[in-house]
């Protein structure tokens, strides 16, 4: 896949294509869904939607904020800080990918976290809000202490995840360092001296949703119809990813145009015990809690129902 924008535009019929009969339900509503979304095989959910049919988070969030976007496909530091800058309005539709992120290195001389220094760049999608920008900060604060939560951040840069494999692999701009995701994390194993130092479930004691999908008030207010629409083909969508993930990861290689990676490698990726699409929320409100405590956000949330809509709150999430 390549890297920049990538506007996704999920019409009724693509929908419809997806199982639903779309059409009728939303005559009356906006016909034509805007979606963000970002790279790797943790966006199959919206592939698989979209199939027959944008950089950083801090790009997608002033979308979903302006109304241009509908639906967002973020981390979930990105829904907290949306939920937050607009007092609510901006709330999370449902989870939609559980899997680890990977801090990697090819620093010989790095052996745990606390050996980085000023001469290392780590790679994250975008800095200081990124998921793994966050991660950064929770393992600061734990190495350092809470008021030392910045620790790293000075020694981040922000990269797509295809940029941050070619700087790492070349050395490029100083870039020693990728906190990563599958697929990429698997391609950077294989670069001679990488290795990994810890993922996102160490820092946060268990598995933790990645992906979220968010949306406003507003428009699921104006167009109830087409909102539950996109809801349900979400949910038909990862059904059929879990019924047969061969399947999808053939899906996923035709969307992303991937060249690099067979079957086999994009099957066993999300087939992995710690890899699971699901709309259950996962150590959300552990993040959430984290990014009031060092002033991320302003507000706190109560629990991780506030965070979301209604539709997903009767399942079992955290």
């Not at 990563?180 to 996102?200: A, C, D, W």
């Not at 002033?295 to 809509?309: C, D, H, I, Q, Y």
Request: aromatic share 8%.
């Amino acid at each position: 896949m390549q890297s920049g924008h990538t506007a996704v535009r999920i019409t009724a019929l693509a929908l419809a294509v997806a199982g639903l009969a779309v059409a009728r339900c939303v005559a009356a509503e906006q016909s034509e869904i805007n979606v963000a979304q970002q790279y790797g095989v943790s966006f199959l959910p919206l592939m698989v939607m979209e199939r027959e049919k944008v950089a950083g988070p801090s790009v997608m969030n002033d979308g979903v904020i302006s109304g241009t976007l509908q639906f967002v496909a973020v981390g979930a530091p990105s829904l907290i800080t949306l939920w937050d800058k607009t007092n609510g309005q901006v709330r999370g539709m449902s989870a939609m990918t559980t899997y680890p992120l990977y801090l990697v290195t090819r620093n010989p001389t790095v052996k745990t976290v606390r050996d980085f220094s000023e001469k290392d760049k780590i790679a994250v999608p975008s800095i200081k809000v990124s998921t793994q920008a966050i991660m950064l900060q929770m393992v600061a604060a734990k190495e350092y202490g809470a008021a030392n939560w910045a620790h790293y951040d000075a020694w981040t840069v922000g990269l797509s995840h295809p940029d941050a494999v070619l700087a790492l692999t070349n050395n490029t701009g100083g870039v020693d360092a990728h906190f990563s995701s599958s697929p990429f994390y698997e391609q950077e194993l294989k670069i001679p001296g990488v290795r990994l130092l810890t993922t996102n479930y160490e820092i946060l004691g268990g598995p933790a949703t990645a992906v979220v999908i968010a949306a406003s008030s507003k428009y699921r207010d104006a167009n109830p119809k087409s909102y539950k629409a996109f809801f349900d083909a979400l949910r038909e969508a990862i059904d059929t990813i879990n019924q047969d993930k061969r399947a999808a990861a053939k899906i996923y290689l035709q969307q992303a145009n991937d060249a690099k990676n067979t079957p086999d490698d994009i099957y066993a990726m999300i087939a992995a015990p710690d890899y699971a699409y699901t709309l259950a929320p996962q150590k959300v409100f552990k993040t959430a809690q984290f990014m009031h405590q060092i002033g991320t956000v302003r507000r706190e949330p109560k629990s991780w129902t506030e965070l979301f809509f209604p539709e997903v709150q009767n399942l079992k999430g955290d």
